[in-house]
């Protein structure tokens, strides 16, 4: 009974409290795990309170101030209609990273059940799902966002659906790779020596050891659902207007420059910092998670 136990612990080892303080001990000391999280933070912190911070109504029409340069009033100029750019800018954070964060967060979910299916299932389920994801992948991003808005129409759900459905069979496959080399490890045969189930084993073992490279995919996957549905709503196929978003900012900026190029600026600007933001925190995550990249082995 002392020897399952031992066994039992030390498959576990890792997963408590400890775990987590270890991960962020390990995450200051990097700088760009530092630096890509003050980002993420201050993007988040943005989008969240950006009704606390704004100073006029980002959809008001204001005829006298149209395209005026930044001042203390205006901190970013206004648009072609008067409305101010900081304001806009600041409630058009919450689109992408709403966007981000249900077709991430859904294309993920869905991805990790499949891919625990697909590695600990029958041959033939495996085969049939893995036929579904190179099915799915095989159609070109921006041709399936396309098509699909044409028959759905305009919106943010349609921006959603599309990221999400492109998304999942990377993160299936990912899971269903992880999930089978841990299948033949010896702690998993002890396991089911000593009476554990299928549903058991995924739960304590199998799922803790692919979070990591997940987490790392969901950071990298950011930045680039922010660069899509921007380039969306630039096309205008993403939200509708008035609702503020960067895209739609870019958009009005792009057709003004010559006028005032502050839109473009403003636009821009943020899009940069949420991108440099997630890929340095993707990156540090990388480094903590994967063994071999650590320093300080």
């Not at 496959?173 to 009476?195: F, N």
Request: overall charge positive; glycine content about 10%; hydrophobic content about 55%.
């Amino acid at each position: 009974m002392a020897n399952v136990e031992a066994i039992r612990a030390g498959a576990n080892e890792g997963q408590g409290p400890g775990a987590f303080r270890a991960f962020f001990q390990q995450l200051r000391k990097t700088r760009l795990g530092v630096l890509g999280s003050v980002l993420v933070v201050l993007v988040m912190a943005c989008a969240i309170f950006a009704p606390f911070l704004i100073m006029h109504d980002p959809i008001r029409i204001m005829v006298g101030p149209r395209l005026a340069p930044p001042s203390l009033e205006f901190l970013l100029g206004t648009d072609q209609l008067g409305r101010d750019t900081f304001s806009r800018v600041m409630m058009g954070g919450r689109v992408p990273l709403l966007v981000a964060l249900a077709s991430l967060g859904s294309s993920l979910a869905v991805g990790l059940v499949l891919g625990l299916i697909a590695g600990f299932g029958p041959r033939w389920l495996d085969n049939l799902l893995l036929l579904v994801f190179d099915t799915i992948r095989s159609f070109p991003a921006i041709i399936f966002a396309l098509a699909i808005i044409a028959l759905m129409g305009p919106s943010l759900a349609s921006v959603i659906f599309v990221i999400a459905i492109t998304s999942m069979p990377i993160y299936a496959r990912v899971v269903r790779t992880q999930a089978q080399a841990h299948c033949s490890c010896e702690y998993i045969a002890a396991e089911r020596s000593m009476g554990a189930g299928t549903t058991r084993i995924l739960a304590v073992h199998v799922l803790p050891n692919v979070i990591g490279p997940l987490l790392i995919l969901v950071s990298m996957d950011v930045p680039a659902v922010i660069a899509v549905e921007a380039g969306l709503s630039f096309l205008g196929l993403g939200v509708r207007p008035p609702t503020p978003d960067w895209g739609a900012i870019l958009n009005e900026g792009y057709n003004h420059i010559n006028q005032s190029p502050w839109l473009v600026i403003a636009g821009g600007i943020p899009i940069v910092i949420a991108t440099l933001g997630f890929t340095f925190l993707g990156e540090a995550l990388r480094d903590i998670f994967d063994p071999k990249l650590r320093k300080d082995l």
